[in-house]
């Protein structure tokens, strides 16, 4: 039996993809099966969300599948795979074009090689620290972080962000990542003075696109600005593929090294959702004298795609500061900050801030102590956090057809005040406004408890209980809500805009809000693809915050069912927290860990 034999079988047994035997058998050819076999697991780690192929990873174990253990059984003895790897003409060390590249005992596709390198390079080599005034600095601070804290953390962040090229600011919900940036900028624009400084907001979806103009333009009347400093600071963030200037119908960007963007400061929100390629592109489309502020969760969910590039970064912010730059920013904040003597990761240390303290949940907060809980992986804190009298919180089962239906009436309760808004003919921009206050999550797609099934579930429901009249033979029905699933940059929708379908006397169309807060209808035939979204996977949601989130996880445990998704599902909630669960599957999911396969911490300890 050959290899592309037992590859084959692994496809049929849903091990491997087919895309990944093809891959495998175009770059090791027939007559290198140890080659095809790493090439084939390279592949299907990629398509999971891994950047790299540990060659520790290439044994078996008792977690091997049955047919891939076939596979290493084909190969016979112990193999050395370093040396077995290199002599294809398929790998190399980086040293020439192959399609796949073995660097410091992890296996790469080309492209992710090279994508990995460049953001290690760019945030330990290009993060130069700036000139600065010190006394106008800490003047600036001063006037504009007011606190009796001992380290106001918010004050150092900016400190950090303005004596370096390239800083990250991470922290959990209500920690203030928008308000240190308000006045953040509001920093640069009163040290600017006279000089233009052109700055741009983005972030990876429309909706976080959205929330960052909302955040921002909310905090603009209380920053101490003139009129004129006003006018320069920035009142709209775009997603990441519109700053960059993405082609419809095509992967190429406006944007590139060839053609920077035009800009002096850009700040990128929800940075745990950017994936390794599209780091990759914006860092590449940057001109070299610009400032970049990255926000976000490093405890989040990571990307969908490969990569997860906030959570390697952040990394080194436990480690803390070099002694240098420790006493530096002591000095300009006026804190008793502790250095770290240890060099490794200097630079990007150097960068970083995490901001500590939640201004947002305080210890009357059910969903702040859960999220904590969770976070923590505490089992027991989680137990006693639902056993509280914490009125933001309830913990359901889910395991009869009784509870999932008891399940559904509470989901129709929390879309309550929308279904009315739609059925009143209220405007677009109100329903809409209504339709985010609840939001059902999911951690599956399919299934029952997955996305795919709670929507049919919902809509059947809805019919019954005659909330919605569905026309036959047609998907579409006013009140609809609808998650554009691919970017369609002609239109300016974006992977993750929501839509509502509400017929305004034009018949139906399906209504978005805009990130400068406009609304715009399109034709339910002209949607890019899309699907229904009472329910939403969690994924999804990242980007988004809903006054009363509900949370659905399976009646068996997934391993896709895992601390981060749990926490980052808890942090969208902003006044109120449903989760449905059984107590074993809860537990097994927080102290599982999400695990994304990467060598750029290792890299950046190298540089």
Not at 325 to 350: C, F, M, Y
Request: proline fraction near 4%; aromatic fraction near 6%; glycine fraction near 8%.
């Amino acid at each position: 039996m050959t290899m592309q034999t037992l590859l084959l079988e692994a496809v049929e047994q849903r091990v491997l993809r087919q895309l990944d035997v093809q891959f495998a058998m175009m770059v090791a050819g027939h007559d290198r099966p140890a080659v095809m076999l790493a090439a084939a697991i390279l592949s299907k780690d990629a398509g999971d969300g891994h950047v790299c192929l540990p060659l520790s990873r290439l044994v078996v174990d008792d977690k091997t599948s049955a047919p891939l253990q076939a596979c290493f059984a084909m190969l016979g003895e112990t193999i050395d795979w370093q040396n077995t790897l290199l002599g294809s003409s398929a790998v190399s060390t980086g040293d020439a074009a192959t399609p796949l590249i073995l660097s410091a005992g992890r296996l790469y596709l080309n492209r992710m090689w090279r994508y990995e390198l460049a953001i290690a390079r760019f945030f330990n080599e290009a993060n130069q620290p700036l000139q600065y005034d010190a006394k106008q600095l800490q003047h600036t601070l001063d006037t504009l972080f007011a606190s009796t804290e001992s380290v106001n953390w918010q004050k150092v962040a900016a400190a950090v962000a303005l004596t370096r090229r390239i800083s990250v600011i991470s922290g959990g919900p209500g920690t203030g990542k928008t308000t240190t940036v308000a006045k953040l900028l509001a920093a640069l624009i009163q040290m600017a003075g006279e000089q233009k400084c052109r700055i741009r907001l983005a972030a990876p979806t429309g909706k976080a696109a959205a929330r960052l103009t909302q955040s921002l333009g909310g905090t603009l009347h209380s920053l101490p600005l003139t009129d004129a400093q006003r006018q320069r600071f920035p009142n709209e963030a775009s997603t990441l593929h519109r700053l960059l200037g993405a082609q419809p119908g095509s992967q190429r960007l406006r944007y590139h090294a060839g053609n920077p963007l035009h800009l002096d400061v850009l700040v990128v929100d929800e940075a745990s959702m950017i994936d390794l390629t599209m780091m990759s592109r914006l860092i590449d489309a940057l001109p070299p004298h610009a400032r970049v502020i990255f926000l976000g969760d490093r405890d989040q969910l990571a990307s969908v795609e490969a990569g997860a590039v906030l959570g390697d970064i952040c990394h080194y912010a436990s480690v803390g500061y070099t002694t240098p730059r420790a006493k530096e920013l002591a000095q300009l904040t006026n804190a008793p900050i502790e250095g770290e003597p240890s060099l490794v990761a200097g630079a990007l240390r150097d960068s970083l801030c995490l901001l500590q303290k939640s201004y947002r949940f305080g210890s009357d907060s059910g969903i702040g102590q859960l999220a904590a809980a969770v976070n923590r992986g505490d089992r027991q804190a989680i137990k006693a956090v639902f056993s509280g009298s914490f009125s933001d919180i309830e913990k359901k089962q889910l395991q009869t057809g009784e509870e999932y239906l008891a399940m559904l009436d509470d989901a129709l309760l929390g879309y309550q005040r929308y279904l009315t808004c739609v059925q009143q003919q209220e405007s677009p921009e109100a329903v809409i406004a209504a339709f985010g206050e609840y939001q059902l999550l999911c951690a599956l797609r399919e299934g029952p408890f997955g996305v795919a099934g709670l929507n049919e579930r919902l809509e059947q429901v809805l019919v019954q209980k005659r909330k919605m009249a569905r026309q036959q033979h047609s998907r579409w029905y006013e009140g609809r809500p609808v998650m554009i699933s691919r970017n369609d940059s002609a239109l300016g929708l974006f992977n993750g805009d929501i839509g509502i379908a509400l017929d305004r006397g034009q018949g139906l169309r399906v209504w978005f809000q805009m990130p400068d807060g406009s609304v715009k209808s399109v034709q339910p035939s002209r949607l890019p693809e899309h699907e229904t979204a009472w329910a939403m996977t969690v994924h999804k949601s990242q980007g988004s915050e809903f006054d009363h989130a509900a949370l659905i996880l399976p009646a068996q445990m997934s391993p896709v069912v895992t601390r981060e998704l749990v926490y980052t599902a808890i942090t969208r909630a902003r006044k109120r927290l449903s989760l449905y669960a059984d107590d074993r599957v809860l537990a097994q999911a927080v102290t599982t860990r999400t695990e994304r396969r990467s060598g750029l911490s290792a890299i950046f300890e190298a540089l």
